[in-house]
């Protein structure tokens, strides 16, 4: 906000206050009559030693941008400075939001509660602090199965939905375990946890015990990593439970939501049982992590938002899944708009309900940062309609295996952060090849690392009769269980040493649009993004090899890539490299096409949609239920601006019209020329700048 404007609207709010009135009904437009089926929910930090300002820049929220629901932060990350609050601090943010909730009782103003932090509420408190597996105590975080903590938190937070009716109760992220810095980085490993693990496994660990165990990969060591990741769920569930039964004797009807922490699946993959146990009898809501902190980066999009797609498609359909579309810190020093209308359109094309929204900064001029507000505004009823549009669709593509609990067939360090790599290796790759994805029913099955570890046999081999591309440390871990037969793969062993410096395509023949057979492999010579792992393979003699590394003489050095038909039906192809490789080796045109044609091959059917010849496009489809039409959601991760660009679809939606969503939520024509199995489609693609098409009768 200008100056001379926050001037002007703090002086309106000044005259209305300081005559005791409540600001005038109806002055401004309805939030609900400007964005639709979308009504964020936006964080604000309000400063009660400046009502007045704060009370007018709610209002010019809501009346230049459409934005109606807030929630007070409180009691803020003041509690390291000050200490573990008192009971006093609860009743005095209960006063706050009753004061902020009567000063815009008629302004269609929503105020609620976030009660940020959560666990990591400060020193000095007479209850169990989370304990590291190292044996290091947290300074600030409470245990939340500390039964005299669990009384005391739960009490305070009842005190101000008791106070002040709040429409909404929302948890900080630290509401976790396993990440609550510096000390703790696995926990709780407290004595009244282990107490509780002695209880579940009757047989006491102490944590010396189960740091030994920890480090290791044995029978003991994942039967013991998923029990303990169920009791660090079951304690923080347990919580919640406790302050829905408070909350419940004094205004039921009061939501409550989770936002989500990054070491979700690491604590037990806690989302569901920890958002229902929050929920009780109202209608469960979670914010979903997916963004970028501090970072404008666009080609980090597809991994930043996968986690989201994954929880959305698993949780049941009647959470409310609110994107957390974060800021942080708020400013376009660290995010652009354009970072984050990227964010938003890419988890609204997912099928979000809605967004946590943090458009301001916590200080005394919340909107002294523009750029968001702005975008937000000029988006609204773009996203309303592609909201919309996607409400009877389902995401489609092929399917990146994603497995919560992963990492308990990783060993832990012993320090620093834990393994906490689910196995979605594969999500960059995709995302900027150009390939759709999705994370449920893909007709192909991507999977990587070493996360078939965790599978039973039967898991196995159900996944190997269908359609599977695998990363080389993904055929090392099956051919060492003893999969090899129905993988094509005669051996697999670890790379030691790369003698090669080119990945050569074996017949050229086999595919189409490739000129050449050339492609870089720098793992030799590692600089910059040029190195990565690699895997030995020996496929079986009926196995057919896509491509060889080389050396520089063109002579094949050992098979880089193969496809095949096992016993069973299933196809499966293999790549030497690791997915999470991003170098040149995995990032080229002539890779793009083999990756797309490879995929035809073991779907024995087309992509969806396939972005041709371009780089770094990012393409999301959903196709209609009804199957009349499919929503392409594409977004450039790359500088350079395309004037043009060109689909391969699948038969289906061949021949069909083009339309293109425009910024007043309307479709219009747009120019295009129907190709052989495609179109080209006279539209320009900026850096982060989503369009949004509908093939369609």
Same mark, same amino acid.
């Given at each position: ?55 007018s ?20 990350e ?20 009753l004061?902020? %909730? ?26 169990q602090?989370i304990?590291?597996? =190292? ?19 739960s ?44 209880k ?22 994942? %039967?013991l990593?998923?029990a ?6 079951d ?5 919640a ?60 999009l ?9 929880? %959305? ?29 990227s ?5 609204i094309? /997912? ?63 012993? =320090? ?85 410096? /080119?990945?050569?395509?074996r017949?050229?023949?086999?595919f ?18 040029? =190195? ?27 098979p ?22 991003r ?62 660009f ?47 098409? %509908?093939?369609?009768?």
């Amino acid at each position: 906000m200008k100056r001379k404007d926050f001037i002007k609207i703090s002086a309106l709010g000044s005259a209305y206050l300081a005559s005791g009135s409540v600001f005038a009904q109806g002055e401004y437009t309805s939030g609900r009559e400007l964005t639709g089926g979308i009504d964020p929910i936006v964080p604000f930090n309000f400063f009660m030693n400046r009502k007045e300002e704060m009370l007018s820049q709610m209002i010019e929220i809501k009346k230049r941008f459409g934005l109606r629901r807030f929630l007070l932060t409180d009691p803020m990350e003041h509690v390291r400075l000050f200490g573990y609050p008192a009971s006093q601090v609860y009743r005095q943010i209960g006063e706050k939001v009753l004061y902020v %909730k009567q000063q815009l009782s008629s302004y269609d103003i929503e105020v609620g509660w976030w009660c940020a932090p959560s666990l990591r509420s400060g020193s000095g408190a007479p209850f169990q602090y989370i304990t590291d597996l =190292s044996g290091k105590i947290s300074s600030i975080s409470l245990c939340p199965i500390d039964p005299k903590y669990m009384e005391d938190f739960s009490e305070n937070v009842a005190t101000v939905v008791k106070m002040s009716n709040p429409f909404m109760v929302q948890f900080e992220d630290d509401y976790e375990l396993s990440h609550q810095p510096p000390e703790v980085q696995f926990g709780c490993f407290c004595p009244l946890h282990l107490a509780e693990f002695a209880k579940r496994q009757n047989k006491y660990y102490s944590r010396e015990e189960l740091f030994e165990i920890f480090q290791q990969v044995t029978p003991e060591s994942i %039967k013991l990593r998923q029990a303990w990741a169920e009791l660090s769920r079951d304690s923080l569930s347990n919580l919640a439970s406790l302050i829905r039964k408070k909350i419940d004797e004094i205004a039921p009807e009061t939501r409550i939501m989770l936002c989500q922490s990054g070491m979700t699946d690491f604590d037990g993959d806690f989302t569901e049982a920890v958002t229902q146990a929050f929920a009780g009898n109202t209608r469960p809501s979670v914010r979903l992590y997916g963004t970028s902190y501090g970072s404008d980066h666009a080609q980090s999009l597809p991994d930043n938002v996968f986690h989201a797609l994954y929880s %959305k498609q698993h949780l049941p359909d009647s959470f409310e899944c609110f994107h957390e579309s974060d800021t942080y810190p708020h400013n376009r020093f660290f995010m652009s708009a354009a970072k984050m209308k990227s964010l938003i359109t890419a988890t609204i094309s /997912y099928g979000f309900d809605d967004l946590l929204f943090y458009p301001t900064q916590y200080l005394d001029n919340p909107t002294e940062e523009e750029g968001y507000l702005k975008m937000y505004h000029s988006e609204t009823k773009r996203l309303n309609a592609l909201k919309r549009a996607v409400s009877n669709c389902d995401v489609t593509g092929v399917e990146v295996v994603h497995k919560p609990f992963a990492h308990i067939v990783n060993p832990y360090a012993g =320090s620093g952060r834990p393994h906490t790599d689910s196995g979605a290796r594969w999500v960059s790759v995709l995302g900027r090849l150009g390939i759709p994805y999705t994370s449920k029913n893909g007709n192909v099955r991507f999977i990587s690392g070493n996360m078939t570890d965790m599978m039973d046999d039967e898991e196995i081999e159900r996944l190997l009769t269908g359609n599977v591309m695998m990363d080389g440390e993904a055929a090392y871990s099956l051919y060492e269980k003893g999969w090899g037969k129905l993988i094509g793969a005669e051996r697999v062993s670890t790379g030691k040493e790369a003698n090669f410096c /080119y990945e050569g395509i074996r017949d050229t023949s086999d595919f189409l649009n490739i000129e050449g057979d050339l492609m870089y492999n720098n793992i030799h010579a590692p600089a910059g993004t040029e =190195s990565g792992l690699f895997f030995v393979l020996k496929p079986a003699k009926n196995a057919e090899i896509i491509t060889d590394f080389l050396d520089g003489e063109e002579k094949k050095v050992m098979p880089a890539m193969y496809r095949f038909q096992n016993s069973q039906g299933g196809r499966i192809a293999v790549t030497a490299l690791n997915a999470n490789n991003r170098s040149s080796g995995m990032f080229n045109y002539k890779k793009k096409e083999l990756m797309c044609q490879t995929i035809e091959w073991l779907a024995n059917e087309s992509l969806p949609v396939f972005v041709k010849d371009l780089p770094n496009v990012f393409c999301i489809v959903n196709k209609s239920r009804s199957a009349n039409y499919a929503i392409v959601t594409l977004t450039n991760l790359s500088s350079d601006t395309f004037n043009s660009f060109s689909l391969k679809v699948a038969p289906e939606w061949e021949g069909k019209n083009v339309e293109c969503l425009n910024e007043e939520g309307t479709w219009e024509k747009t120019k295009y020329e129907k190709l052989k199995s495609g179109y080209r489609i006279n539209l320009q693609l900026d850096i982060m700048k989503p369009a949004i098409l %509908k093939i369609c009768d």
